[in-house]
């Protein structure tokens, strides 16, 4: 599709979403939304305005924390946590069960609410809220904290108990706002920990929005959510009464929470940034493959912390490679994700989008733009779906993570070099391979140097298997035992003389 095809598209776009805005904003959605402590709505006099990515422009606002409001938050966990923790498993189960079908009653609600703030199309947005419920029943139904028989030798039985930690922070990115929250969230209130959740400046209304209809559910104390401009972050990190930070967002913060955190030898988790290779073996067919390829890069704009951000491709398919990825550039529609026409929405704020922008200048002044490469007039944060070849993996847009739909592809005459090259960060989140022999495709995804590798497929999750980053990509892991045991402190009780427990 040519680029004037695309504005006329795009206008058309605009148009049907202002519709919408509109229609949103009559329906109550343009209004300040407020925080939670101990079961409470908490509005203040400091808010923070929300500004839809598509338009530029505030659509609603959000109540504002200041630091004794988030010792206020602590102390109503603390004071909520003996009794949830004591709370049977079986219960908490249950209610496990009611959060999930609170979700789903308002899933149209937070998908909404979540391509406002965020951006992304709202066929991608409405996959955050099932993605949540899944976990919550999932957690009740199969993950369990019952005690563990390590060893049981003659009179000797060795035991591991598990517990809940205490009250928990979860920090959380403005890329997917509801679905990284309830990653965190299901398994630290499951276990039985008291929880305070902190969104993203940019995107606070879909966690508040949560933290009202959970705690029509929740004892008071036991969920509470506050907001802040970015300038709460070390306050909650080294707070003496928060036992573990669940976080995710980049790597430079996560350094930054790790340090502040160190005083009080809190918990971590930490989920940061990626900087993934997919690396396209000489046997696979260049067209198709270069359409899951960009689709592995391209959701949600580039904003993913998993997305293909480095291409490598054998340089004897690379021409009909980067031709097909250009294809697929041109004929995005890029627009209001309320639009249902649109394809791919706006940067998230309007620093990541000067961010994008300084990638692109990157790109003309050190490889070859063929497709994309312009910001789209305002006034919300657009670029088109940009692919860059010829480019050296000195370049800042190869060796950053670039988090935006700026695509480099770098080509390859020898699979070992292509693997070094692939490792030749600090990063080591994901990575995917793309091969038609599966024995050799394992073979190279073994020497990738990344806490997850896909063969022939990206973003496949199973909630049983631990996600972790590797390298500068973080640790500890979300998901699988590992990922819900985080959440809990475990005992080892050695017995001898047989089984007094009963
Ligand atoms: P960010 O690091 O700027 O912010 C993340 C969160 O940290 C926000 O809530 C922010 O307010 C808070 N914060 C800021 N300063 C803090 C401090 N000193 N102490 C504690 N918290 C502080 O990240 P972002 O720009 O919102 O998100 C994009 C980044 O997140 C990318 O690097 C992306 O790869 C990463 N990410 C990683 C994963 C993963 O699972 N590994 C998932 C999504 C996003």
């Known amino acids: 599709m040519k680029n004037t095809e695309n504005e006329v598209q795009l206008k058309s776009s605009r148009k049907a979403a202002a519709v919408l805005n509109e229609h949103f904003a009559s329906e109550g959605m343009k209004k300040l939304y407020p925080m939670i402590i101990d079961g409470q709505k908490i509005r203040t006099g400091r808010q923070i305005d929300v ?6 422009a505030v659509f609603a606002s959000a109540a504002r924390a200041d630091e004794s409001m988030l010792n206020t938050a602590v102390a109503v966990a603390q004071r909520a946590f003996p009794s949830w923790s004591a709370m049977p498993l079986p219960e908490r189960a249950a209610l496990m069960h009611k959060l999930a079908d609170a979700l789903q009653a ?22 955050e809220a099932p993605a949540g419920i899944a976990l919550l029943r999932y957690m009740a139904d199969h993950v369990d904290y019952a005690p563990v028989m390590l060893k049981s030798d003659g009179d000797t039985r060795i035991v591991e108990h598990r517990r809940p930690l205490g009250v928990v922070a979860a920090i959380t990115p403005w890329n997917d706002p509801l679905r990284l929250l309830i990653i965190k969230l299901a398994p630290a209130l ?14 606070p209304l879909s966690t508040c929005f949560l933290g009202e209809i959970w705690n029509e559910i929740l004892p008071p104390g036991v ?41 009080t030898l809190k918990r971590l988790t930490l989920e940061l940034g990626g900087n993934d290779p997919a690396l ?84 003309r002044s050190s490889g070859t733009i063929i497709a994309g490469g312009v910001p789209v007039p305002g006034p919300g944060y657009f670029i088109r779906p940009t692919i860059v070849r010829d480019i050296p ?29 692939a490792n030749a960060t600090d990063y080591g989140l994901g990575a995917t391979v793309w ?17 997850t590798v896909w063969i022939n497929e990206h973003m496949v999750f199973d909630f049983g298997v631990t996600a972790r980053g590797a390298k500068f990509s973080g640790f500890g892991g979300e998901l699988g035992p590992e990922g819900y ?5 475990g005992y080892v009780v050695f017995q001898k003389g047989g089984n007094y427990e009963k």
Do not use: W
């Open 280 to 363: 396209v073996l000489d046997d696979v067919d260049p067209v198709e493959t270069a359409q899951r390829v960009f689709a592995a890069a391209m959701a949600n704009a580039g904003q993913v912390c998993l997305a293909a951000k480095r291409i490598f491709v054998p340089a004897s398919m690379y021409d009909a490679f980067c031709n097909e990825l250009a294809r697929l550039a041109e004929a995005t529609i890029v627009g209001d994700g309320l639009d249902p026409a649109t394809t791919m929405g706006p940067i998230q704020n309007a620093a990541q989008y000067q961010k994008a922008l300084g990638y692109l200048d990157d790109a």
């Open 106 to 127: 308002h899933a149209d609600e937070f998908a909404r609410l979540i391509v406002m703030e965020q951006g992304k199309p709202l066929a991608e947005a409405q996959k």
């Open 223 to 263: 969920f509470n959510v506050i907001c802040d401009n970015n300038d709460l972050g070390d306050a909650l990190s080294s707070h003496p009464g928060i036992k573990k930070i669940g976080f995710t967002g980049s790597t430079a913060t996560g350094m930054k929470v790790m340090a502040s955190a160190a005083g």
């Open 393 to 421: 993996d000195s370049a800042r847009l190869v060796r950053e993570e670039q988090f935006c739909p700026v695509l480099p592809v770098l080509s390859y005459d020898d699979l070992e070099e292509a693997i070094k090259r």
């Open 190 to 203: 499951f276990a039985g920990n008291t929880v305070i959740a902190k969104p993203a400046a940019t995107t």
């Open 435 to 451: 091969g038609s022999d599966l024995k050799r495709a394992f073979d190279v995804a073994m020497r990738i140097e990344a806490g």
């Open 51 to 56: 500004i839809n990515p598509a338009t530029a």
């Open 485 to 489: 045991n985080s959440y809990t402190q």
